[in-house]
Each structure stands twice: as C-alpha cells, then as structure tokens.
C-alpha cells in the first residue's frame, strides 16, 4: 500500500498514474500489430477509387436553389401523373433526364421508373446539406445546394423503395422520407 490509496482525488489534485513504467511485450506487441495494419488501410485507400463501385457515375455542375427549383419545376409538370398527400408523382419516359428536389423536410417528386431503363438522375438541394439514401438499395448521395449531381441510374429491380435523408437537417428530418416507384 502506497501513501496515496488513502488520498482523495480531485481536479486540483491530479492522481498519481504509472505512464514512466515501458509497456508490457505483449501489449507492445499489440500496439505494433495495431499500426502496422492501419498503415495497410491507409496505404489501399486509392485502390477503392477503382474497386468496389462506390464512386458517382454522372456529373456534377454548378447551379443555384432557385435554377434548380425552376428547372425540377419544369420537368414535374411535364411528366405529372398524380399526387400523393400533395407530393407529385411523375414517370417520365425511359432515357430521360429526372430532378429529385431535397429540401426540409421533402423529397419531390415521387418518381414511377420503368425497370432496366437509363436515367440521368438530378440530385440538388434548396436550402442545406441532405443526405439521399434509397432504401432498402443502401445506395447513398450527398445532396448539396448549389451543386447538380446528375447520377447514371438503371433500376435493376421493380417495387417500391424509401428515400430516407441521412444527413441530420433540423427538426423534420424524421419525417423525410420519399418514394421511387420501379414498374416492370
Ligand atoms: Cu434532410
């Protein structure tokens, strides 16, 4: 027993460590192992650029809220099929290019896409920093103002699929959630 078990401790008083005594052999050998393997993780990380197919297949351009909103609006009632809880539903034909408009706490439209056919897919937001995230597909895009990600896209599988923000975005991010509809 030291002279310091008895002592009480505080911020004032700080408690006496053992940090001078060399580490176990062991434990050193851990701490190796440790930093070996993220110097690994690290040194790969290019390669991903390459493998694994996460990298955005179309292009981004410049642009502002109101451009966007103008131009997503143009295209809504070009395709407008219907309406749900005041959400527009739109198809628009095979090959065509499609706007998605994030913005708190919606997503619009809701889109009717056929299945196997490309589309250029337009993601920009009108106020802040939304996160698209389809769901259950687990394919995700940041969706940023000022900026018109327009994303290749073939709907490989028919139904219904849940956009869901994934980037916190105020009080209603709960409730933002959208719809792609995929028909055969
Ligand atoms: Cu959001």
Known sequence: MSQHDNEMHSAVVSPQGIWWKPANKQEMLWVKVAFAWCMVLFIS?????????????????????????????????????????????????????????????????????????????????????????LFPVNANFQVVPGYDYALKVVPNKSGEFKIICNEFCGIGHHLMVGKVIVED
Do not use: C
């Open 45 to 133: 990380m290019p390669f991903w650029h390459f493998k694994g197919g996460q990298n955005p297949t179309g292009v981004r351009g410049r642009t502002t809220p109101a451009a966007y909103n103008e131009r997503a609006t143009r295209f809504i009632e070009q395709y407008k099929v219907g309406e749900e809880k005041g959400i527009p539903v739109v198809a628009p034909p095979a090959g065509s290019e499609v706007y998605m408009i994030g913005r708190m706490w919606s997503w619009t439209p809701i889109l009717k896409l056929k299945k196997d056919a490309e589309y250029m897919l337009h993601l920009s937001s009108l106020d802040l920093n939304h996160g698209f995230s």
